[in-house]
C-alpha cells in the first residue's frame, strides 16, 4: 500500500500540464482534470495530500482560480467504511455490506444524507482552508449535500480568504441521480454570475449545460465553467456530445471564454472519462474555437490559462 501511494503521489507532482498566456492578464485559472482513485476515499490523508499537491501547484502558477470538477467530494462519503471496505471489487458488493434492512443504512440516499456534513466538513478544512493558505480562489467540484432533509448535488465556490464565495445546485439529474441515490433538483431561479477579477463567471453542472433554465445570464458572463463527470468511456459517440454541450451554448450566447472540467478515473468499477477543455468565442469569425484540450481523457491533466476583459 505505501508502495502504490508513493507511486500515485510522483504522478500528481509531475502530472503533464498545458499553458495558453496572453499579455493584459486579468484572471489565471487552473483546471484540475482530477483523476478518482479508492485510495482516494477510504484514506483522508491520501485526499489531503493530494489536494495539497494541487493547490500547491496552482498557486506556484500564478493562479487566481483553481476549478476542480464534479463528484469530487462525493466519496468522500465512504470514508468511515475503509476497513469495511477493503477487498470490495465493485460498488454493487460495497453497497450490499453498507445499506439495507440489517445494515447501518437502509438505502444509498440515507447514507449520503448522514454523511453529508462529514463530508463538508472535510472540504472545508480541506479546500476552504487551503484556498486561505494558497491564496487562490476555489471551486471545490460537487457534493452530496443535506439540506432542510433534502439532498443536492451542489458546488461549492471558495474565496481566497477561505469563505464559500457561491454554491449552486444541480438541475437536470441523471438517470443514477434520481433513481439511485434520489437526488433534489436545484432551482433555475438561484443561479447567478459571481464577479471574481473583473470578470463575471457563470457556472453550470454536466447536463445543465444542454438546457435553457438560465443559460441567458451567460449573455452577460465572460466565462462559463462547466463541472463535469462523465461516467462512461469516452468514445466519438460521447465526444459528439460533450461538442453539444459547453461549446455549442458558446455558439449561441457568445460568451468568450468556456471551461470544462472533467473527472477521470475508477472506484469500485464506476468509471470516469473526459478530456478538460478551454474554448474561446471569436466574435470576427463568429466561430468556437479550442484554445486548450487535455490530450489524454482518462489520465490527470493540469491546465492554465489567462483571461482579460
Not at 447501518?104 to 472545508?124: I, N, Q
Not at 463535469?228 to 459547453?246: C, H, I, Q, V, W
Request: glycine letters at 8%; hydrophobic letters at 40%.
Amino acid at each position: 500500500m505505501k508502495r502504490r501511494l508513493l507511486g500515485f503521489f510522483f504522478l500528481i507532482l509531475f502530472f503533464p500540464s498545458f499553458t495558453a498566456a496572453e499579455e493584459g492578464r486579468t484572471l489565471t485559472i487552473a483546471v484540475c482534470q482530477y483523476e478518482v482513485s479508492e485510495t482516494l476515499y477510504l484514506d483522508v490523508g491520501a485526499f489531503e495530500a493530494k489536494a495539497h499537491d494541487i493547490m500547491t501547484r496552482a498557486e506556484s502558477s500564478g493562479a487566481d482560480l483553481l476549478i476542480i470538477p464534479e463528484y469530487a467530494n462525493v466519496m468522500l462519503a465512504f470514508l468511515p467504511d475503509a476497513n469495511q471496505l477493503e477487498g470490495v471489487r465493485t460498488i454493487e458488493d460495497g453497497l450490499a455490506l453498507l445499506t439495507g434492512p440489517d445494515r447501518p443504512f437502509p438505502d444509498l440516499k440515507t447514507l449520503f444524507l448522514k454523511r453529508s456534513p462529514m463530508v463538508r466538513k472535510h472540504m472545508d478544512r480541506v479546500w476552504g482552508q487551503g484556498a486561505r493558505l494558497h491564496h487562490l480562489m476555489i471551486l471545490a467540484g460537487t457534493y452530496f449535500a443535506e439540506d432542510g432533509g433534502r439532498l443536492f448535488n451542489r458546488l461549492v465556490l471558495y474565496g481566497p480568504n477561505g469563505e464559500v464565495m457561491y454554491e449552486q445546485d444541480k438541475i437536470h439529474l441523471t438517470p443514477f441521480e434520481r433513481g439511485i441515490v434520489e437526488l433534489d433538483a436545484g432551482s433555475p431561479q438561484a443561479a447567478r454570475l459571481v464577479t471574481a477579477g473583473g470578470l463575471k463567471l457563470g457556472f453550470s453542472i454536466c447536463r445543465d449545460t444542454f438546457f435553457d433554465d438560465y443559460a441567458n445570464l451567460m449573455e452577460s458572463a465572460q466565462v462559463w465553467i462547466d463541472l463535469k463527470a462523465n461516467g462512461e468511456l469516452y468514445t466519438e459517440e460521447t465526444e459528439a456530445l460533450f461538442s453539444r454541450a459547453l461549446p455549442s451554448r458558446q455558439a449561441e450566447y457568445h460568451f468568450p471564454w468556456g471551461v470544462t472540467a472533467c473527472l477521470n478515473g475508477n472506484f469500485f468499477g464506476l468509471l470516469w472519462q473526459g478530456p478538460s477543455e478551454i474554448t474561446r468565442y471569436r466574435k470576427e469569425t463568429k466561430t468556437v474555437e479550442t484554445v486548450l484540450r487535455a490530450d489524454n481523457p482518462g489520465q490527470e491533466r493540469f491546465l492554465l490559462f489567462t483571461v482579460k476583459q
